[in-house]
């Protein structure tokens, strides 16, 4: 198998002087092309940091990460803006839809950003039908259940075809069925050569994963 991603040794304090605290204290993660990972972890033991610096939505204080061969240290941020643009998809526990914007228009939403692959419209349509929500895709997020709500929100992880994607709590705010949907949804994404990396406190969601790594005292066992 490839690696697709490799974190070595990275650290993220959080405060200054003596309220200074390691949050991460030298993680260690290398992950495969078409694997899924789940980290798991207690509330405030550090997953949704680690996923951030992952993404490139923050810096690491010591440590490398690579992402297909690319260090994410040494970029600029508008470097940084364009490789999550093309390469990394994000779902949230949240959802983090737009409310004003319908489904459709929410995973459009980068699809038209300066720099997105083209295609993209295209792509948006065929993701809402494969996800099985093309019957509400004119509805507004607070018109739609939970699982539609996250349905939208991986269609437009992936509108950019990323190679990789990172899940934060994704099943966080669903019924037990909408959660074993979603579960379904991102071993898929595994199939087609994707690599998930899910965060999560529960257990039985882990299980579903090919490797399940525990965040403990700021490292991953």
């Given amino acids: 198998m490839v690696s697709l991603l490799q974190?070595?040794?990275v650290v993220k304090r959080v405060g200054r002087g003596r309220a200074s605290?390691?949050?991460?204290?030298?993680?260690?993660?290398?992950?495969?092309?078409?694997?899924?990972?789940?980290?798991?972890?207690?509330?405030?033991?550090?997953?949704?940091?680690?996923?951030?610096?992952l993404g490139g939505l923050d810096r690491p204080d010591a440590g490398s990460i690579t992402l297909a061969g690319q260090s994410l240290l040494g970029c600029s941020q508008r470097?940084?803006?364009?490789?999550?643009?093309?390469?990394?998809?994000?779902?949230?526990?949240?959802?983090?839809?737009?409310e004003e914007m319908s489904g459709e228009e929410n995973v459009l939403l980068p699809a038209g950003l300066p720099g997105a692959p083209p295609g993209g419209a295209l792509r948006a349509r065929n993701l809402i039908e494969e996800l099985g929500v093309g019957a509400v895709a004119s509805h507004l997020p607070h018109e739609l259940s939970g699982?539609?709500?996250?349905?939208?929100?991986?269609?437009?992880?992936?509108v950019n075809e990323p190679a990789l994607v990172l899940a934060d709590e994704p099943t966080g705010n669903l019924d037990s069925v909408a959660a074993r949907d979603?579960?379904?949804?991102?071993?898929?994404?595994?199939?087609?050569?994707?690599?998930?990396?899910?965060?999560?406190?529960?257990?039985?969601?882990a299980g579903a994963a090919d490797r399940v790594l525990e965040m403990v005292d700021g490292r991953l066992r």
């Fill in 182 to 205: 979603l579960l379904a949804i991102l071993r898929g994404l595994t199939a087609a050569g994707r690599s998930v990396i899910m965060v999560t406190h529960e257990r039985d969601v």
């Fill in 21 to 53: 605290s390691e949050v991460l204290a030298g993680v260690d993660l290398d992950v495969q092309e078409g694997e899924l990972v789940a980290v798991l972890g207690r509330s405030g033991s550090g997953k949704s940091t680690l996923l951030h610096l």
């Fill in 79 to 98: 470097e940084l803006t364009r490789i999550r643009l093309r390469r990394i998809g994000f779902v949230f526990q949240s959802f983090q839809l737009i």
């Fill in 7 to 9: 974190a070595c040794g």
């Fill in 147 to 158: 699982g539609e709500q996250q349905r939208f929100a991986i269609a437009r992880a992936l």
